[in-house]
């Protein structure tokens, strides 16, 4: 079992960037797959990045070239760097992992443990 806390939202302007990082505790993070999702109101949660055990990255197309997934093993932390940010980029986002089977990408079906989430706004 893992439990995950981000922090890093807060506030910014268009075209301005945040980084935010997700500590893992509890287990073995190295063996998890893990993944930045966010939720805006009235909408569904998307997913945004995506990373595998082996470094292997996907994203959503709506962030492509403008967020970067990464993960430090050795700090069992997650990171999303958001550059470029949109007024659309506003939601809370969410880290989750998944500990077994095969990576579930943008499909936040397939994890099974969450982080409490922290919000990020975008005013244009």
């Known amino acids: 079992q893992v439990q995950l806390v981000e922090s890093g939202g807060g506030s910014v302007q268009a075209g301005g960037s945040l980084r935010l990082p997700c500590a893992a505790s509890?287990?073995?993070?190295?063996?998890?797959?893990m993944g930045w999702f966010r939720q805006a109101p009235g909408k569904e949660r998307e997913g945004v990045a995506s990373?595998?055990?082996?470094?292997?990255?996907a994203y959503a197309n709506s962030v492509k070239g403008r967020f970067t997934i990464s993960r430090d093993n050795a700090k069992s932390t997650l990171h999303l760097q958001m550059n470029s940010l949109k007024p659309e980029d506003t939601a809370m986002y969410y880290c989750?992992?998944?500990?077994?089977?095969?990576?579930?990408?943008?499909?936040?079906?397939?994890?099974?443990?969450w982080g409490q989430g922290t919000q990020v706004t975008v005013s244009s």
């Open positions: 509890g287990s073995t993070y190295s063996k998890y797959y």
């Open positions: 990373i595998g055990r082996d470094g292997s990255t």
């Open positions: 989750a992992a998944k500990n077994a089977g095969t990576w579930p990408g943008l499909r936040s079906a397939g994890y099974n443990y």
